[in-house]
């Protein structure tokens, strides 16, 4: 049998030096959610098909890897998390202490069709607040995006920011239809058909939405208020006391005061394509346009829990995949050496196979003190070993001759530019 020496298609190998980009990564994401006060959680990759059916004609639907395991349980590998944590939210009940703020860094599975930025397999950063009904829930979510992304490296501030935040809020379109004699019920249908929109052009826009009921004039007034960017522009075309505008105003004068004015904009063309979202909605962009697909997305869901059969709970959160922030900060150059180089502290080199036991004392007092130790057991010639320690990113290497032995020392070797070497006794190793 030969096997085929790629990843399933769509999937990804870690090699260790991608491994290390993408501990570097998540160890950026567990510090800032861990300095908004955020816990983590987590929940089996496996979950129950039934929560991702969505009437509305959600996409991520149709993207499911699900099938019916051993027992006729349909089961499916998630897509995103947020059904899984609303699950997990509505088990806990009254008992949970609420606002909650958790956080967690699923793997999530759609099969979707491949093009950059998209895989079929992702890491997702999820940050979500249980129980907050206030727009300062999306304003700490949005402060702590902006937060890892300037931990990045990248500038938030001034003109020309490297990032932009675009935001909406549903309500601003659910009032506006309103108007035009579309009920709620038709709503998330709504949304999941003007999101394709870029996808299926403005006539296939316009048929879906009048499959769903509404007249060709009213889908064109939606289409038409879709272009309008910047708060006034929007609380001009739909009214200063349109809820949404009023939660928008809100979000905008919070976002101030948490120092990421700069890069928040109101666009109404932001609408997301998950049918559950149901107030403000937000995407993240690499503000050059070099990369089309978003960054990161996000929105309040208040209704969600009530979908499933639970009292409604007021949640916000956000998703950010690994994939397009990998490639943005490897194209910036912003991946730092840490993520990039290997490093051990320190090799240990028995010369030969009788200065293996000594190795061993010498490697297990090091590493008691912390330090990360490999032991050379090659018995290769010297410039190999010194070589390899060097690729290793070794900061000392430890010379173990007979001679050494013999005499009760082993030679310890400073490596990089200010190279030195000194015998050291091994007692003071424990050896
Ligand atoms: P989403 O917009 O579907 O939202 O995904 C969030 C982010 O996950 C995207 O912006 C992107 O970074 C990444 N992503 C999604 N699909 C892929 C893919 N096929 N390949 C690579 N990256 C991908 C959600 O999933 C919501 N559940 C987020 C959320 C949390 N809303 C509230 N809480």
Not at 111 to 126: D, L, P
Not at 190 to 208: L, N, P
């Amino acid at each position: 049998m030969t096997i085929d020496l790629q990843p399933v298609k769509g999937t990804r190998d870690f090699y260790p030096e991608d491994m290390r980009v993408r501990q570097w990564l998540f160890a950026r994401w567990r510090e800032v959610a861990r300095a908004f006060g955020f816990e983590e959680y987590d929940a089996c990759v496996l979950e129950h098909e039934e929560l991702y059916i969505r009437k509305a004609g959600d996409e991520i639907t149709g993207q499911l890897y699900g099938f019916a395991d051993k027992s006729q349980r349909r089961v499916a590998l998630r897509p995103e998390m947020t059904p899984s944590l609303a699950r997990m939210v509505l088990a806990k009940g009254a008992s949970l202490p609420l606002p909650a703020r958790w956080f967690a860094i699923p793997q999530c599975f759609r099969y979707e069709n491949m093009q950059r930025g998209r895989k079929r397999e992702h890491f997702q950063w999820n940050m979500d607040i249980i129980g907050l009904s206030s727009v300062a829930a999306e304003a700490e979510l949005m402060a702590a995006q902006c937060a890892f992304l300037r931990a990045c490296g990248l500038r938030l501030d001034g003109d020309k920011p490297d990032i932009v935040l675009k935001v909406s809020n549903r309500q601003v379109i659910q009032h506006f239809l309103e108007g035009l004699g579309i009920g709620a019920d038709a709503f998330p249908a709504v949304c999941v058909v003007i999101d394709k929109r870029d996808k299926i052009g403005a006539d296939g826009t316009t048929a879906e939405l009048t499959k769903l009921g509404l007249s060709a004039e009213a889908a064109a007034r939606i289409i038409a208020v879709l272009d309008i960017s910047g708060l006034d522009a929007v609380a001009d075309a739909v009214g200063k006391d349109n809820p949404g505008v009023i939660a928008l105003t809100e979000l905008m004068a919070l976002c101030a005061s948490s120092g990421i004015a700069d890069v928040v904009r109101i666009d109404l063309s932001v609408i997301r394509g998950l049918s559950y979202y149901t107030g403000t909605v937000w995407e993240v962009f690499d503000a050059s346009g070099s990369l089309p697909r978003a960054i990161a997305g996000g929105g309040r869901y208040d209704r969600l829990m009530e979908l499933f059969g639970g009292t409604p709970v007021p949640m916000v959160g956000f998703g950010f995949g690994d994939v397009v922030i990998t490639e943005i900060l490897a194209e910036r150059g912003l991946l730092p050496k840490e993520a990039s180089e290997r490093s051990v502290d320190d090799v240990v080199y028995p010369m030969s196979a009788k200065e293996f036991a000594v190795a061993n004392r010498i490697a297990l007092r090091l590493r008691a003190e912390g330090r990360s130790v490999v032991v050379d057991y090659s018995e290769r010639r010297f410039k190999h070993v010194v070589k390899r320690a060097e690729d290793d990113g070794a900061r000392r290497l430890f010379i173990l001759g007979g001679n050494e032995v013999t005499a009760g020392v082993v030679t310890v070797r400073t490596m990089g530019a200010e190279r030195s070497e000194e015998k050291l006794p091994l007692a003071q190793f424990g050896a």
